[in-house]
């Protein structure tokens, strides 16, 4: 049974920092494109980063040099390292593989 599990969020400041963590289990994280979402409140869901099988990363433009995705094979884990966060950056995130979801963790960026 695959399931994906989403750590992490919180309330933080602006310029905080926050990591966020995606615990899977029924599928291996390495064999398969892992992807964080996040969703704000009366928007799209947006893709905000991706690890590929070989190790190559993407992130959206709003969120390069803030935003790190990483994995940890031996875990099965993935992970959001955020930092400079910023108000806009408030929305629930969400980890994603093939067509499984976790059922996301809410961060709010806020003075």
């Known amino acids: 049974q695959v399931q994906l599990v989403e750590s992490g969020g919180g309330l933080v400041q602006p310029g905080g920092s926050l990591r966020l963590s995606c615990a899977t289990s029924?599928?291996?994280?390495?064999?398969?494109?892992m992807r964080w979402y996040r969703q704000a409140p009366g928007k799209e869901r947006e893709l905000v980063a991706s690890?590929?099988?070989?190790?190559?990363?993407n992130c959206l433009e709003s969120v390069k040099g803030r935003f790190t995705i990483s994995r940890d094979n031996a875990k099965n884990t993935l992970y959001l390292q955020m930092n400079s966060l910023k108000i806009e950056d408030t929305a629930v995130y969400y980890c994603?593989?093939?067509?499984?979801w976790g059922q996301g963790t809410q961060v709010t960026v806020s003075s």
């Open positions: 690890i590929s099988v070989d190790g190559s990363t």
């Open positions: 994603n593989s093939q067509s499984y």
């Open positions: 029924g599928f291996t994280v390495s064999w398969y494109a």
